[in-house]
């Protein structure tokens, strides 16, 4: 089965073939991984693609092959981690978990704003994922490769972007209504699907612990990718001095990003344009923030009166 996807005329090797997916590290190109029955064939590893980390290696998720079917899936073996995530004050243990991530995808089964998969376990117990591959590009490459200015981008691309994105938070509703978070929210882990135009979620593993609120690094999370948007990209404090911007004279402490300190998130300052009523949403997740969203309903309230603002 395996050696069909050998180049013509090559020798048949004999593949290492694993039930026990432990030691990931040790699971390489050409090894057959078999789960429940299914053999999957290892490709190459997969990369993070996170802020400039193109070439950092997940080794606990494969690229592979189906070799009953030839699809092309991601295999997402157990890998245990954690850290704390700061907002301002508030302290976020986050940690990975396998099994969450395997209750998300029975959740959201077909769900079109999701990545779709499911989940098996190997001989020792492993939550394994098998993951569909989505034929498209992260929002954030997207956004960043739209060639105008800010001006034009607000008014002729911003506006169906933040249909889709409107849409994106409601599908994060769906899992906070049913008791689950998404974990890490950020703007690469929502891809355009190049066939039907859906944004989609993918990564689901990680979980975190607070006790004020429980989906409050999600709702972080959605305004730090609402900022991206609508700035058409990050705008840096760094860039804005060495542009000098005039905005800078008027930018203060309170209108940068509470999570990033070098992003600013008070966008009325820097392109004037931007309305009251979008603005007021951006300095929810200001350092300079009174009061934080509580639900992504608040949220979404939000973004719907200014949506509807602009459509009339």
Not at 58 to 81: N, P, Q, Y
Not at 209 to 222: A, C, T, V
């Amino acid at each position: 089965m395996a050696s069909r996807w050998l180049p013509a005329g090559a020798d048949v090797p004999h593949y290492r073939i694993y039930t026990d997916t432990s030691d990931f590290f040790g699971i390489e190109y050409g090894d057959v991984v078999v789960l429940d029955d299914v053999p999957f064939l290892i490709r190459q590893n997969a990369k993070e693609g996170r802020f400039g980390l193109d070439d950092e290696v997940k080794f606990w998720v494969k690229r592979a092959i189906d070799l009953r079917s030839g699809d092309r899936k991601f295999i997402k073996m157990v890998f245990h981690e954690k850290f704390v995530a700061h907002v301002g004050s508030l302290a976020f243990e986050c940690f990975r978990s396998p099994r969450k991530e395997a209750r998300i995808l029975d959740l959201v089964g077909k769900h079109k704003n999701f990545m779709h998969g499911y989940s098996v376990r190997d001989e020792k117990g492993n939550v394994i994922r098998i993951i569909d591959l989505i034929s498209g590009i992260q929002l954030a490459k997207y956004v960043e490769s739209i060639e105008m200015d800010h001006l034009d981008y607000y008014h002729k691309q911003f506006p169906g972007i933040l249909d889709h994105y409107i849409e994106s938070i409601e599908a994060i509703r769906f899992l906070h209504d049913h008791g689950e978070k998404h974990g890490d929210i950020r703007r690469d882990h929502i891809y355009i699907d190049r066939h039907t135009g859906d944004y989609r979620w993918i990564d689901f593993d990680f979980n975190y612990r607070h006790r004020e609120n429980i989906y409050g690094y999600d709702l972080f999370g959605l305004g730090n990718v609402l900022a991206f948007l609508v700035g058409m990209g990050d705008v840096l404090i760094l860039e804005l001095i060495q542009r000098q911007h005039s905005s800078v004279e008027k930018l203060t402490h309170d209108d940068m990003n509470i999570i990033f300190g070098n992003r600013v998130v008070n966008l009325q300052k820097v392109f004037p344009y931007i309305p009251d009523s979008l603005n007021r949403v951006l300095m929810h997740f200001s350092k300079g923030a009174n009061w934080f969203y509580e639900s992504t309903s608040q949220l979404l309230d939000d973004l719907g009166e200014f949506r509807q603002s602009i459509s009339s």
